[in-house]
């Protein structure tokens, strides 16, 4: 897991090749009034999602994990927590091969904050539980970059 400002993120260049590329793309593309939507970057490599909902409790949550990518979560507008585990402490209770997307459960070890100009890598061995409320639900805009991590 890293959690930085967007800026600082070229501190972390040599972790792999589709993050540098991630980082090199957040560098030049503010996402100051970005729309909801699917953008393509370098295909199934190097993708991002934009997302309008309204932050929820806890108890609603979803806590998953990928095998195969990375996820760079950024708010562009309003805030949200984000629950991070490591995989050794949670148990998979699905995993759908095709979406890479796996389903899991156990207690989050750390909550990070994301709010405009800070960013969350969660990597293979992070589990994170997203769309938290950081307080009271509320509305956020985020960003998703999907980073392909198994080359």
């Known amino acids: 897991m890293i959690y930085a400002e967007i800026s600082n993120l070229k501190n972390y260049y040599g972790l ?34 934009v997302f309008d909902y309204e932050t929820i409790a806890e108890e609603g949550a979803f806590f998953e994990a990928h095998k195969k990518y990375a996820d760079i979560h950024i708010a562009v507008a309003g805030e949200e927590n984000v629950g991070v585990s490591d995989m050794s402490r ?36 992070d589990a994170h ?13 985020k960003a998703v970059l999907k980073v392909y991590m198994e080359e």
Do not use: C, R, W
């Open 16 to 49: 792999g090749k589709y993050l540098d590329e991630a980082f090199a793309y957040l560098d030049s593309h503010p996402l100051d009034g970005i729309e909801a939507g699917h953008y393509e970057i370098n295909g199934k490599f190097l993708y991002m999602n």
């Open 129 to 141: 539980m997203v769309k938290l409320s950081a307080g009271q639900p509320s509305a956020i805009k």
């Open 90 to 125: 949670v148990t998979v209770k699905t995993f759908d091969k095709e979406s890479d997307l796996l389903e899991v459960s156990g207690k989050v070890e750390h909550y990070m904050k994301l709010i405009p100009g800070k960013a969350l890598v969660v990597l293979p061995e």
